[in-house]
Every structure is written in C-alpha cells, then in structure tokens.
C-alpha cells in the first residue's frame, strides 16, 4: 500500500491516462472513449474479469492485451479510484462514490478470492458502517446511485438505502451524525440539546416535523417514489407524508406555487447544501405522485389537489391522471375556496374558466361514497356517513352559486354551462335561491342581447317559493328579467307577506297563550327571518305592554259589574216596597244611577247605532291596533 500522503501516480494526456511507474503499459482498458495504459500485474491480482481476459490472450499469444469495458458502472471516473486501488493506493471512498465504486468492484469481479480485503468487501464495510448511519451520507449514495440503478437495486444497495432512511425518519435524527453548528451551537436538527457535541438526550420543545422534506426533494422521481413507499410501509403518518410529497411537487412543478402562496414553511436541511437538483419530467412527476397521495382530507390538502389539477390540464396528462384528481377533490369539495375552483380553460374554447372539471367533480361529490378522514381525525368526522350529509351539501351548493357568480360575467359563456351547473345539485341542497338569482342576474347585465325565451329557461332553475323577501322585492323591479318571471315573483312576494303575517299573528297568539310548537316549514323559517329582521320583536313587546292594559282593564269591567248587580238587587227591594207609587227607573233615576236598556224596551236602531258594552270596546280596540301593525307592514 502506498502511504496516506503519497499523490496519485496517474497522470492525464488528453484522452489517455497513464501510470508513473516507469515501466511500458502492457494492458489497455477504454471506458467510454478513454483510454488507461496500465500493467497487467497490478490488476490480475485485484480483478478475477482482468484475470480471466488476461488467460485467454495467453492462447492468442498477444503481448499487449486491449480490453474494452461496455456499460462500466461509474464510467472512467470510478475506473481512476478502481487502478488506483489496485496499483495500492488507499480507496478513496466516500458518500457520494461508494455505491459506483461497489458495482464497478462487483463488475470487475474484485472478490476476496483474488486478494484479501478486496475493493468488493472494502466498500460495502464502508456502506455500512459509515454511509448508512448518516442521514446526509444515505442521502448522497442514494442520489448517485441513479446512473447504476439496476445493477445497485441487484446488490440491494438501494433497499437498504431507503430502509435506513425511513428509520431515520421515525427516529430522532440527532443520533444520525448532523454537525450541530448547522442548526445553531446547541441544538441538534431533531431538537436534542448538544454539550461539547454530545448528545445530553435532553429535548427542546419543537412541533417541527418536516425537517427532512427539503432534503429527500433532490432525489429523481424514481427513488422518490421508492422511498414513499417504503415510508407507508413502515407506518409513517399520513400527514407527514403528504407534506413531503406536496413539498417535493412544489419544488419540482413552478406553476404549482402560484396557487399554493409558496413553499411553506422554513428549510431546515443538511443534505441540500452539497446535492444537485435532481432532473425530472414535469408529467411523469405528476402522474407518479399522484397515486402516492394518501386518501385524506384536509383543506389545505384540497386546495393542493386543485393547484395540481391546474398544473395536470396544463400539463395534459393523462385522462386517467386527471379523472384521479377529480374524484380526490369531488370526496372532499365542502373543504374548497372559490379562488381555487376557479381553474382557466387552457383549450381552444373561448370561455375564461374550464367549467366542465368544476361539472365533473360535483359529479363525484354527489355520487361517490366518500369514507375520508381528516389527517387528524375527530369524532365528528369518525361518526360522518359515507353519503354527503345535509350540511356538506349546502356549503357546496353556496360554493357553487358563488362560482356560479363569479364566472356570470364572461361575455363567451354560454347558458347551457349555467343551466348545467346549477342542476348538478339536488333540490334539497338550497334552502334559498337568493344566490342563483343574483348569478343569474349578473348573467343577464353580461348578456343584454339574450332573447325572453332564453331567459326564461334560465330563470326556471330558480324556486321562487325559496327566494327571500328582499330577493322578491328586487326581482319584481328588475328590467333585466322577463315580464313572465316577474308576474311570478309578484305572486310569490305576496305568498310570503301573508306567511310572514301569520307567522306574527302565530307569535302573538304564543304571547297570550303559550302551547306546543308547531311545525314549521322551510318557507315559515323565512317568514319568521323576515318578521324578526323588520322590527317585529318591537311589535310582540307592545302587544305584551297591550295585554297588561287589557287585563287592567277586564278587572275594572268586573267591579263594575258586581256594582251593577248589587245596585239590581237594592232596586229590587224598592220595587217591593214602593211599587205603587214609581217604577224601577225612576226610583234607579232618584238615587242617581242609569240603568242599561233592557231588550225589551230599546229599539233595533238605537242599539246597532250606541248600544256597546265595555268589553266589547276593548275588543274593537285590540282589533284596530292588530290591523295597525298589519297595514305598516305590508
């Protein structure tokens, strides 16, 4: 072996490389268009393929043998550290060169059979004992494993690579070899704290867990998807793997970021400070990653479902790519935000906004069974049924009108795509129709030039029963409507005065007699909205001010009466005794009381004209204050 200092004894002309030794090169081996002129010795001891190549030229009797090496792994580069090897210079092994440098030793067939600690058991020491204990170094053998794949996937080079780093990553990563000064003087990158670079085992609090997403980004698609997977199988949360593949998409697809506000969250990485991005296909990666995206639910997730279906029409991926999309985001569209839906039309069609994904995914919503859960799930969402609920349906339906609205304005937006839009969703999912009518109203100012005819069929969509008042009084003064529309939103207004006056009477019957609730409809809900938003508490609480008054006013009716019978009964007792000499009323008239008429003596005209009682005034009183309240409502 030659000493640790000793420079190299190779030297570089051209395309050709040669030994300083002195001698004349009896052995020739090209590599890819570069030629090493070396001694047969020094190889034949080291390599049983250059042994076995050196005994069948001895049958040629050829003095100088010439070899030509296809498909060396590592190219000329990793044959350099192989001759140096072999002439006995130290192994230059390292992280980045230690998987190239196993195959071209397994290649070359450098077994311990043809010397001991051969280059083939000296490298994979080396893999094991250094590369694989070290996050960083795992991750550089990992990279430059690409150019020899299939031959380090054959060794288990790979394998091994990615068990180790998924283990990393469900353990602390201070145990893993990181110098500490990368993430301040004290703290290792998993949150141990550091004395004089030994781990005290002590932790710093850190919620922190994508600290490796940066990193693990510069390996191709391939091994990505590799280590993914081996990720899943090792029970990794969905979370975090999610994280690191919308993190990896991010990096790799920049149209990604325009809809996802950036990166997200700080770079923490070791690794990235000494990798070269890794190249990839923009649609290969995004037909890989999306079938390694867990089925979960999360709004942040389904707003990176809809960036990358913006980034896969754009892309045009395959059909299958994107009917996966749509379904991931039609499982979970109550979680989506109008800017997100809103998806430009990349084809040839005039239109701003591609409405038919925005048709298809609603498709899904309504008919697939959706058993997500959220990445951390609650009992709510354990207890949710497969088929979307009442509320899931309704946010939907309003996120939908609002799209709805949105899109109206589009000069080249064609009816049908409304019509279509809006009967995508039950009846059941809208309790009102306000928001329909303010889309279609904003259509209609975007489209003067529609025929009646047109605008009508559009206008059928809409329940008129589920409009608001204020959406009646609106559209019964809209010019923009059809004469037809408007006669029936008329009709429709005055059906919801009349609701909303029963429903007051109902209230104050309520106040005076309290009974049981009654059942109230969709169309009473509105009503009792309605009367609530128009001053009528103000009106309950006169009626109860009203009430106490008549109730003061009834015992005073009372006492009078009792008065009165008592004054019958003296008159009685007058009658008796001076029956000769007056009648009742004109004794009644002496002691200074008027009696009322009795039937028999008042006539039919001078009762209808002031014959009343008091209760019956009362009466009358309540009555008029009803249709008081009554008349300045409608």
């Known amino acids: 072996m030659a000493p640790v200092g000793k420079l ?5 002309e051209g395309s050709d490389w040669f030994c300083n030794g002195g001698l004349p090169s009896d052995i020739s081996v090209s590599i890819e ?4 002129h070396l001694h047969k010795f020094p190889l034949i001891s080291k390599c049983g393929k250059i042994d076995k190549a050196h005994e069948e030229s001895k ?3 050829k003095k100088n043998l010439i070899m030509v090496l296809e498909e060396f792994p590592g190219g000329p580069d990793t044959f350099l550290v192989v001759a140096k090897f072999c002439y006995g210079y130290r192994a230059e092994l390292t992280a980045r060169n230690v998987v190239l440098v196993h195959c071209a030793a397994e290649y070359l067939e450098m077994t311990d059979e043809f010397g001991e600690d051969n280059l083939l058991s000296k490298s994979e020491s080396f893999f094991h004992k250094n590369t694989l204990r070290n996050w960083k170094d795992c991750i550089l053998a990992l990279q430059s494993s690409q150019p020899v794949l299939p031959r380090a996937e054959k060794l288990h080079l790979v394998g091994k690579c990615l068990n180790a780093l998924s283990m990393m990553v469900c353990t602390d990563p201070s145990l893993f070899g990181w110098p500490m000064m990368m993430y301040g003087s004290f703290q290792s990158p998993g949150g141990s704290i550091l004395w004089n670079g030994i781990n005290t085992g002590a932790r710093i609090r850190s919620s922190e867990s994508d600290w490796w997403f940066e990193d693990i980004s510069y390996l191709s698609v391939s091994l990505f998807e590799r280590l993914i997977k081996t990720m899943q199988a090792r029970g990794i949360r969905p979370e975090n793997l999610a994280g690191a593949i919308m993190y990896y998409a991010r990096k790799h697809l920049p149209g990604l970021g325009r809809w996802q506000g950036g990166q997200g969250g700080k770079t923490r990485t070791v690794a990235s400070f000494s990798l070269t991005p890794a190249t990839v296909d923009q649609r290969v990666l995004l037909e890989s990653i999306e079938k390694l995206l867990p089925d979960k639910k999360g709004k942040s997730y389904c707003r990176f479902l809809l960036g990358l279906l913006r980034v896969a029409l754009i892309l045009n991926v395959s059909q299958t790519c994107k009917d996966s999309l749509e379904r991931r985001i039609g499982m979970q569209l109550e979680l989506a935000t109008l800017d997100s839906l809103l998806i430009p039309s990349y084809s040839d069609s005039d239109a701003l906004y591609n409405t038919d994904f925005i048709e298809h995914i609603v498709h899904y919503f309504i008919s697939t069974e959706s058993n997500l859960t959220s990445f951390s799930p609650s009992s709510r969402d354990l207890q949710a049924s497969a088929s979307p609920s009442s509320e899931s349906l309704r946010k939907v339906a309003k996120l939908i009108d609002s799209y709805i609205a949105e899109i109206a304005s589009d000069v080249n937006l064609k009816p049908g795509k409304i019509r279509r839009l809006a009967e995508v969703l039950p009846d059941s999912s809208r309790l009102l129709h306000d928001g329909l009518y303010r889309a279609l109203d904003i259509y209609f100012k975007a489209h003067p030039w529609l025929s009646d005819r047109e605008k009508e069929e559009l206008c059928n969509i809409i329940d008129y029963q589920k409009l608001s008042i204020h959406a009646c009084a609106h559209a019964s003064q809209n010019d923009r409507l059809p004469l037809r529309v408007v006669l029936q939103v008329l009709f429709f207004e005055q059906l919801h005065l009349r609701t909303a006056l029963a429903g007051c009477l109902n209230a104050l019957d309520g106040e005076i007699a309290p009974a049981a609730p009654l059942p109230i409809t969709t169309l009473g809900n509105t009503a009792g909205e309605i009367v609530q ?4 508490v103000t009106v309950v609480r006169e009626n ?3 009430k106490v008054d008549m109730d003061r006013m009834s015992s005073r009716v009372g006492e009078l009466e009792e008065e009165f019978s008592k ?3 003296e008159m009685k007792s007058v009658t008796k005794s001076y029956s000769s000499r007056s ?16 039937s028999s003596d008042a006539q039919p005209e001078s009762l209808d004209r002031t014959g009343s009682t008091p209760r019956a005034s009362i009466e009358r009183a309540w009555r008029s204050h009803k249709s008081k309240h009554s008349e300045s409502f409608t």
């Open 59 to 61: 049958i040629t009797d």
């Open 33 to 36: 268009g570069i030629t090493f």
């Open 544 to 546: 109860q001010v009203l």
């Open 583 to 598: 009648s009742p009323r004109l004794v009644a008239k002496k002691i200074g009381c008027k009696l009322v008429p009795r």
């Open 8 to 12: 190299s004894g190779f030297r570089r």
């Open 533 to 536: 938003r128009d001053g009528w």
């Open 567 to 569: 004054i019958k009964q």
